[in-house]
């Protein structure tokens, strides 16, 4: 051994290995770290350093891990963000904190979700309600209503989709095919009152240039239109980036059908009345860049 005279051995018994950097206790004798924590929390030395939870003020006291049955100690406070109590290095970054129970987190997070949700909930009934206005004022609700059940009894005849929909949740349509992928002209609108009221409406049963599905009324838009795709041969690529995203419009006005959430369930539209089951609807391509740029109060309409 190169430096026999450095350090001491440890007075722990069966320990007695060398330490470079021993701690003495005041009773005289010396101890390893590990062994010197143990030595004071044993209550056996009088003259120990007394184990102290919180607020310590200097080194001849320890730290105790406040963990539920853990007597280890450390000289340095380790402070809990949360709950301002000392643990030690293996409960340092326990996953809940003791003094944060699951009633007193939801109410944390309650504060901070409020707002969020809110606004969410406020924006939510205003695009509704602009939804709602758009459609009374391009059309008379009774003669659409009409029009769409003399097209459902035609295309339940002839309809098409994925035989693993039950039957409880199939809704149909007519689907117009887009004649090329290039993007469709469309124009903004973000006032009702620039809208020009339809006079009246063609009944029309005919399903020519048009293939008759059925979807689920459980699905999301977005897979909707995965779907009918599917099922009427038109080339997809909403889940890639490219230029143009395909958009469901419908024929009688040249609405667009939610064009910013994908994730609106087919079923709430029809709550909604923003789809009719029975409707003509084109499938489109529409420029991205149009798709991005838009904000919550603008609507798309074909030209």
Request: include cysteine; proline fraction near 4%.
């Amino acid at each position: 051994m190169e430096f026999p005279t450095l350090g001491e051995h440890c007075d722990f018994e069966n320990c007695n290995q060398i330490d470079f950097l021993p701690l003495q206790c005041k009773c005289g004798k010396v101890f390893c770290r590990a062994h010197f924590t143990e030595h004071s929390l044993s209550g056996e030395c009088e003259l120990a350093p007394e184990p102290r939870e919180i607020n310590l003020k200097n080194d001849d006291q320890i730290f105790r891990c406040s963990h539920n049955g853990c007597r280890k100690g450390s000289l340095h406070e380790m402070l809990c963000a949360k709950c301002g109590k000392h643990y030690c290095i293996e409960h340092r970054f326990h996953a809940s904190c003791p003094e944060i129970d699951d009633e007193t987190m939801a109410a944390k997070i309650e504060v901070l979700e409020a707002p969020r949700r809110q606004f969410q909930e406020a924006n939510k009934h205003l695009q509704e309600k602009i939804t709602e206005n758009i459609r009374k004022a391009l059309q008379s609700s009774a003669k659409v209503k009409t029009a769409s059940k003399i097209h459902l009894m035609r295309i339940k005849q002839k309809a098409k989709g994925p035989k693993s929909i039950p039957p409880s949740d199939r809704v149909y349509f007519a689907i117009g095919k887009p004649k090329s992928m290039e993007a469709k002209s469309v124009k903004l609108v973000e006032d009702e009152n620039k809208l020009v009221a339809l006079e009246s409406v063609t009944l029309d049963p005919d399903l020519k240039d048009s293939v008759p599905v059925f979807i689920s009324s459980k699905w999301s838009l977005g897979r909707a239109i995965d779907s009918i795709c599917d099922t009427c041969n038109i080339k997809n690529d909403n889940n890639k980036m490219g230029d143009v995203k395909l958009r469901v419009f419908r024929q009688l006005d040249g609405y667009c059908i939610s064009p910013k959430k994908m994730d609106v369930e087919v079923g709430d539209l029809m709550k909604r009345e923003v789809l009719l089951e029975g409707d003509k609807l084109l499938v489109e391509y529409v420029d991205g860049s149009v798709l991005s740029g838009l904000s919550d109060n603008t609507e798309i309409f074909l030209t």
